[in-house]
């Protein structure tokens, strides 16, 4: 079993950029969960799946075949051969991908993938349920927050057509893992601070706790 760093939070509160940035200077592989999500929800549109039918996403999911694993430092994944990554930005993913997530049957193939991941890296990895469940006994845990006022500018300004409010009401309330704080969390309100000031105040808590 590697270092893994975990790191959860809200829509848009900066997780991403901070954990890449932490990865990158750890040497650490950086692992995006959420976009594991919206590539099952990618390739479920694709595919005409009606996302809101839970029983035919876990049928459509049992049949697909799942690659998951890190190459030169980077995480691989695909669907029946496929790498949704191009397309998993997409408007119509952003506003899906919150109900696949929900689905308890999405949750166990892709939490157990992320975890065998351990087995071969040290890891920054990043999602709503990395610490409280995929790795409940991480190295380290983040949970990384803003005002909600703020997270929907931020995503605005990234020129993308994404309710976040209705992504964090659904990812908060579902029965399977919901987004929660991890007790044993240091939380970081990134509201008011820049991605630098956020990472700097990780990267210290790390050198303070390790
Ligand atoms: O980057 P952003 O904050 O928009 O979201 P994301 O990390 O790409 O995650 C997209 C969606 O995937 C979330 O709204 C959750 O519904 C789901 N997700 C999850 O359920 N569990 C995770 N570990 C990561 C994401």
Not at 39 to 47: C, G, I, Q, R
Not at 176 to 190: C, E, K, M, V, W
């Amino acid at each position: 079993m590697h270092t893994v760093i975990a790191i959860d939070g809200p829509a848009a509160s900066g997780k991403s950029t901070v954990a890449r940035q932490i990865a990158e200077h750890l040497g650490y592989t950086y692992v995006n969960t959420g976009a594991m999500y919206r590539a099952v929800t990618w390739w479920l549109l694709e595919k005409g799946v009606d996302t809101s039918d839970a029983a035919a996403v876990e049928k459509a999911v049992r049949q697909a075949r799942v690659e998951c694993r890190i190459e030169k430092g980077e995480t691989i994944f695909r669907l029946d051969g496929v790498d949704p990554m191009p397309h998993v930005r997409d408007a119509r993913v952003n506003d899906k991908v919150s109900q696949v997530a929900s689905v308890p049957y999405v949750r166990e193939v892709l939490v157990s993938k992320q975890q065998s991941l351990a087995g071969h890296a040290d890891l920054v990895m990043e999602g709503r349920d990395i610490g409280t469940v995929v790795f409940p006994k991480a190295h380290s845990k983040f949970f990384i927050d803003a005002d909600p006022v703020v997270r929907a500018k931020r995503r605005q300004g990234q020129g993308e057509a994404d309710v976040i409010a209705k992504r964090d009401k659904i990812d908060s309330s579902r029965k399977t893992s919901p987004l929660t704080r991890a007790a044993d969390a240091y939380l970081i309100d990134s509201s008011t601070l820049s991605i630098e000031e956020v990472v700097s105040r990780a990267l210290e808590h790390l050198s303070k706790s390790s």
